[in-house]
């Protein structure tokens, strides 16, 4: 009961937001033009958030898969209302390789139910590569170095994050 009360109100509060803001893009420009980018961001988000509002954990395999059947759509909405092929362009790339990694986080958390902390070390240590994937891409697609020295410092800063929950998962797992 108290999930389907609040998908209400974010169903209620998204429909309002998108009320206003397309009376206000009509009343200031005389026709749709930020508005079609803020009500498609709300709707995109909505679609992605109310199974798991509405359902709770298990509605998160759904938000999943609304995120991964609709985040092309939405891109290509922005990329027209932008009137900027490289939100599209880059936008593609970096969400097929977001939304694997998302996958991956939704499989490790599923096999480790009870190895959360280990199925967070897990995650922190694979995002490494898809860190280096989402480089080796905008490099080519923006003609910048692959790596540099914050990238570095970024993924000692993740092995040394990911090492303190193995060790914690070990220690509170040994006996």
Not at 32 to 61: R, Y
Request: hydrophobic share 60%.
């Amino acid at each position: 009961m108290k999930n389907t009360i609040i998908s209400i109100l974010v169903t209620l509060i998204s429909f309002i937001a998108i009320l206003i803001c397309i009376i206000c893009d009509l009343a200031i420009l005389g026709k749709f033009t930020w508005s079609i980018i803020t009500t498609s961001s709300i709707m995109f988000a909505w679609l992605v958030l109310i199974p798991m509002i509405k359902i709770g954990e298990k509605g998160i395999s759904i938000s999943l898969v609304a995120l991964s059947i609709f985040i092309i759509p939405y891109l290509y909405i922005l990329s027209i209302t932008i009137k900027e092929n490289a939100i599209f362009k880059i936008g593609i790339s970096m969400s097929i390789i977001a939304i694997v990694y998302v996958w991956c986080i939704f499989w490790i958390f599923k096999l480790l139910k009870r190895r959360k902390i280990k199925a967070i070390g897990i995650t922190l240590l694979l995002s490494i590569p898809f860190y280096l994937i989402i480089n080796i891409i905008l490099s080519k697609m923006i003609l910048e170095p692959i790596i540099d020295m914050w990238d570095i410092l970024s993924m000692l800063i993740i092995i040394a994050f990911a090492s303190i929950f193995f060790i914690y998962d070990y220690i509170k797992n040994k006996d």
